[in-house]
């Protein structure tokens, strides 16, 4: 019996979840509907406003929607594809000319009305005076340095309203995420849904990722903005810096990659792609597994391996240059002895307004970056502000010059926003990083 009541439960929880998968996804298009359009024809945003209060223009106002988020029943529901086909209001006559008569089938109209229901609600984190923004940090110097950042970049006012930074809130208490922390450790934090509507949780802008790695799948989920590149992007980077190293009378460099996270799925995929980047750059690529050695004097290494074993991997790989990621082995470069610090090359996936600086300082300079992107795509949306609205305006990007970090460009198609970088050195003896070129 017991084992029945288990079985009943788990199908119970099973159609439940699907029945509000079904839900978001059918609120999802009619965000889209009422944002972009049906069938080319004009979006509903345009004349009753993004959070449905309906707006004034030429002499003209087109009414608030918020009486439309009770529609329940066959009855309501034929009112409304009666004033979207047939330009029929409630009392039966005529709606103004300027109401577009328009087509939509029957499970476009259901989608519609499915984010009608939501779309009059309360968004939470805005109000008239104050947009509260969350962000997820360790307590730790980098969550100390992200947090000093954010703050720098909030000291202003956007649309009258003032920036409230709520450090690890609950879901219900922020409008919008920014620059989050996201712990290597805890890949679960990149695969939590953050679904774009409304009434749910806020997408994460700009999340950070933090030192150390543990796979190399770098999965956001959908609704997330990411600005800097992820690690697969940072091992093409890598590679291409090397390239850039290689002695000008050599036809053809001799490479060595290696590695300690065969397990990692997606790692099969991207050495692949380096295969064929490598060719391309008239390069020689040998794959090895660590513990293997490098035994051909002056050949540079991609290292791609766990920070633990830095300091082995140096020790039996030669005296050539060693290619590696800041964010993934940072910390580890600074314990080295200063002359096999010496010998690494570390890819920082975005820019800094420093030369000389510690990888907290780095930090604090991505989220400064994030905020200000935020704080752009805030005024874009106007002073009538919705989750949606600030989600499209952060896709039309383009070209936007942050300080320090270079351009952001957000177009489709695009990994991330930011398309600058700088390759560090080490100097293990003072516990800092210096930028050797910026691109």
């Known amino acids: 019996?017991?084992?029945?009541?288990?079985?009943?439960?788990?199908?119970?929880?099973?159609?439940?979840?699907?029945?509000?998968?079904?839900?978001?996804?059918?609120?999802?298009?009619?965000?889209?509907?009422?944002?972009?359009?049906?069938?080319?024809?004009?979006?509903?945003?345009?004349?009753?406003?993004?959070?449905?209060?309906?707006?004034?223009?030429?002499?003209?106002?087109?009414?608030?929607?918020?009486?439309?988020?009770?529609?329940?029943?066959q009855a309501d529901r034929l009112l409304l594809q009666r004033a979207l086909t047939e330009g029929l209001g409630s009392n039966g006559l005529s709606l103004h000319p300027l109401m577009p008569r328009y087509q939509i089938d029957a499970a476009s109209l259901d989608d519609l009305i499915a984010y009608l229901h939501i779309i009059a609600k309360d968004t939470p984190g805005l109000t008239d005076t104050v947009l509260r923004v969350g962000v997820s940090l360790p307590a730790n110097a980098y969550g100390a340095a992200i947090q000093a950042g954010l703050s720098q970049a909030f000291d202003q006012l956007v649309y009258g309203r003032r920036l409230e930074l709520l450090i690890n809130p609950t879901a219900e208490q922020a409008f919008v995420e920014v620059a989050s922390a996201q712990d290597a450790s805890r890949p679960q934090l990149q695969t939590t849904p953050y679904p774009v509507v409304e009434a749910d949780r806020p997408a994460l802008i700009g999340p950070l990722p933090m030192p150390g790695i543990a796979n190399f799948s770098d999965s956001l989920a959908p609704g997330s903005v990411p600005i800097l590149p992820s690690m697969r992007e940072q091992a093409s980077l890598l590679l291409a810096q090397a390239a850039l190293d290689a002695p000008k009378d050599q036809a053809v460099q001799q490479l060595s990659i290696i590695y300690d996270l065969g397990?990692?799925?997606?790692?099969?995929?991207?050495?692949?792609?380096?295969?064929?980047?490598?060719?391309?750059?008239?390069?020689?690529?040998?794959?090895?597994?660590?513990?293997a050695k490098v035994r051909k004097p002056g050949e540079a290494v991609i290292y791609l391996g766990s920070p633990a074993g830095l300091r082995d991997m140096l020790a039996n790989s030669g005296d050539g240059l060693v290619y590696a990621s800041a964010i993934h082995i940072g910390p580890a470069s600074l314990q080295l002895p200063p002359a096999q610090a010496a010998r690494l090359r570390l890819l920082l996936p975005w820019r800094t307004s420093r030369t000389v600086f510690d990888l907290p300082s780095a930090y604090s300079d991505a989220a400064y970056a994030s905020g200000l992107v935020l704080i752009e795509a805030l005024k874009r949306s106007g002073r009538q502000l919705s989750r949606a609205e600030l989600l499209q305006q952060l896709k039309q990007l383009r070209d936007l010059t942050i300080p320090g970090l270079g351009k952001i460009n957000l177009r489709p198609g695009l990994a991330h926003a930011s398309l600058g970088g700088q390759l560090l050195t080490v100097d293990a003896g003072h516990g800092v990083f210096a930028v050797l070129r910026s691109w």
């Open 263 to 291: 397990n990692d799925p997606a790692l099969s995929a991207l050495l692949q792609e380096l295969r064929q980047q490598a060719r391309a750059n008239h390069q020689s690529l040998r794959e090895q597994i660590w513990s």
């Open 1 to 73: 019996m017991a084992s029945f009541k288990a079985i009943f439960c788990g199908l119970l929880c099973l159609l439940l979840l699907e029945s509000a998968a079904a839900q978001d996804a059918a609120i999802q298009r009619g965000q889209a509907i009422y944002h972009q359009g049906n069938n080319g024809q004009a979006a509903c945003v345009r004349c009753h406003g993004s959070r449905g209060e309906g707006r004034e223009e030429g002499g003209l106002r087109a009414p608030a929607l918020a009486g439309l988020a009770g529609l329940a029943g």
